[in-house]
């Protein structure tokens, strides 16, 4: 914006220009005819003005003999806005010596002068190659990209500037200006508003509050615009000193807010008709630089804003937090004020909301908390609402046993060898309890994981031909070391020759651990478990039988159910969840087979794995 000048006057040293006297003179010299005294009068002006004028012209000389030097020139005009002449003085002093100032001084005439920021982004690049290390280009380079709309070339740059000079006032305002970007990326910054098109001056502030409807706007922006509103870019001519931009805004309800405003020289803001800013500062825009702390009605508000230039950049940031410095999702900008868009945006975002809140938590839980939503969706229709809440509990409480007794056996024997508390003969023996109680954990890991596939009916097996005896004898091995039992004693009978059948090895090995682990849970006295196999036909039959408590007929019917424990007095006393038959039933089945039970209560079970032999191996 090109400023006014003022006219320079000058100033003779020592000389004071009276009004002029009178044309007849009457004093000492009163008797002389008026003729006479007119000669006289002429005379002594004549002669008073030859000893003056050597005075007159050497003082003239003093002031004017020492030229002005072309610096002197350049901020001279750059003082008075007038960039013509400005750029005139630097293009003839880079033609005579090319320095890194020189271009940054002539990139900002394009920057802010010319509003042309492809010229100034050449000049700053000029001035970087000569001086990589100038204290200011790097931020120019990022005001010119940014202006470029090249927002991620832009925050480069700032950030480049921070690196070199952290410290230096014009670096802090290149980092609060990548701070803008970033807002703006997060839709933060409101950039779509109605402004006042100008004819041949700006209207008043009353006119524009009374009479706002009447008037013409026009809307450059559209609502994914977001970010700095560059008014050099919407007011080409610069011919006026004020525009006013207008918008309006939606919230479902009435709430206290805080206005974030930054802008370039000053500013006057109203909320529903009330100004709640008038701030005349002549500055540079920076994110955030007046706060205030106003509220809004429920339904559509009215902001009006009016920005003044005095020279150089001129726009403006805008936002609107709480008042606890956070985004509010549900305020709609929007002005056309369209109230259907912004019903539906407000809907959009409690949806939203409420599924984030749903979503909260650790991670280190997602698999638990997600299976007791499956537990909660599954038992909806149950309407004892105690005997819900108890299996909830047991389900907790046995994953974390399951989980906590592997990680204590591996923290103390860890902490034995750290402490040097180990025989160097005994080492390898904690080395393998680290190993197979980690072992351990994975399993019972892979078994949570595994039962919510054969939930959702995906296939995670892996199918090989496979010599069942083997999976048998590790599946009896791993058990025997994990069981807290002295008394256990598990034997395996082999009947016949037993052909090879399609299994997944992993699979069902924990699917025997799981049997055998039920077995002597619910074997409180006699301890013996027998697993026997067989091949009848074309099935192989797997058998494991003990000599427990028993299972009854009504229970029997739902004992592969999921989450499902026996409702006697002597189950209600042992640990458990209610998913390792269910886990069981779910691998035989992707085998192909089928798994049953027989029972007689007080003497005993025998559950019965049936496995289809492919027709080449029967």
């Keep these: 914006m090109r400023r006014s000048r003022k006219p320079l006057g000058l100033r003779v040293p020592g000389v004071r220009i009276s009004p002029s006297p009178p044309y007849y003179i009457y004093d000492v010299f009163s008797d002389y005819p008026a003729t006479i005294m007119k000669k006289y009068y002429l005379f002594a002006i004549i002669l008073v003005f030859f000893l003056l004028f050597p ?59 010319y509003n042309d920021a492809a010229k100034a982004l050449e000049d700053f690049k000029r001035s970087s190659q000569i001086d990589p290390d100038h204290i200011a280009v790097h931020t120019n380079m990022g005001l010119a990209y940014e202006m470029l709309g090249y927002h991620d070339k832009a925050i480069i740059a700032y950030r480049t500037a921070a690196a070199k000079y952290p410290f230096n006032d014009w670096t802090a305002y290149g980092s609060d200006r990548a701070r803008g970007i970033l807002l703006a990326e997060e839709g933060q910054l409101i950039q779509d508003w109605f402004f006042l098109e100008h004819s041949d001056k700006t209207p008043s502030e009353s006119t524009v509050i009374s009479n706002g409807e009447d008037l013409s706007w026009f809307r450059p922006f559209t609502y994914e615009d977001h970010g700095y509103v560059n008014l050099s870019n919407l007011y080409q001519t610069k011919d006026f000193t004020e525009a006013f931009a207008m918008t309006y805004v939606y919230s479902p309800e009435q709430r206290d807010i805080l206005l974030k405003i930054g802008s370039d020289d000053g500013i006057v803001v109203w909320v529903n008709g009330k100004k709640v800013l008038d701030n005349p500062s002549l500055r540079s825009a920076r994110v955030d630089d007046d706060i205030i702390e106003t509220s809004l009605s429920a339904g559509w508000n009215t902001l009006l804003l009016k920005i003044s230039q005095d020279w150089g950049s001129w726009g403006f940031y805008f936002r609107i937090t709480d008042t606890k410095n956070a985004p509010i999702k549900d305020l709609v900008f929007d002005p056309m004020r369209d109230t259907e868009r912004a019903k539906k945006i407000c809907s959009m975002v409690r949806k939203e909301r409420f599924l ?138 082999i009947n016949g020759s037993l052909p090879p059948v399609p299994l997944d090895k992993e699979a069902f090995t924990q699917a025997m651990i799981n049997l055998l682990s039920n077995a002597d849970k619910y074997s409180p006295v006699d301890k013996s478990i027998v697993v026997s196999a067989e091949s009848r036909e074309d099935k192989l039959f797997i058998k494991v039988k003990d000599k427990g408590i028993g299972i009854s007929p009504a229970d029997r019917k739902r004992i592969f159910d999921s989450f499902y424990r026996g409702s006697g007095k002597n189950e209600r006393n042992i640990q458990g969840v209610g998913l390792g038959l269910s886990f069981v039933s779910g691998i035989v089945k992707a085998h192909g087979g089928k798994i049953s039970v027989d029972s007689i209560p007080g003497k005993g079970s025998i559950f019965t794995i049936e496995i289809p032999i492919p027709g080449d191996n029967s």
């Design 55 to 113: 005075s007159f012209c050497n003082a003239q000389t003093i002031e004017t003999d020492e030229a002005p030097s072309p610096e002197q020139g350049y901020e001279h005009y750059m003082k008075q806005g007038d960039n013509d002449k400005a750029l005139i003085i630097i293009n003839n002093m880079i033609t005579e010596n090319e320095t890194a100032d020189l271009y940054n001084d002539r990139g900002i005439i394009y920057l802010y002068g």
């Design 356 to 493: 984030r809140d749903l979503n909260q938590g650790s991670r280190l839980f997602g698999v638990i908390i997600l299976l007791i939503l499956g537990l909660c969706l599954l038992l909806k229709n149950v309407k004892d609402v105690s005997r819900i809440k108890k299996m909830r509990n047991d389900f907790i409480a046995g994953v974390t046993h399951d989980l906590r007794v592997p990680l204590s056996s591996i923290k103390a024997s860890a902490e034995m060898l750290i402490d040097g508390k180990v025989r160097a003969d005994k080492k390898q023996e904690y080395y393998q309890n680290i190993s197979e109680e980690a072992e351990r954990l994975n399993r019972h890991i892979n078994k949570m994981l595994s039962f919510r596939r054969t939930e959702t009916d995906k296939s995670p097996y892996s199918f090989e031909e496979t010599d069942i005896v083997p999976v048998i004898e590790k599946a009896i091995s791993v058990y025997k070391k994990e069981s807290p039992s002295d008394e256990l004693m598990i034997g395996f009978e």
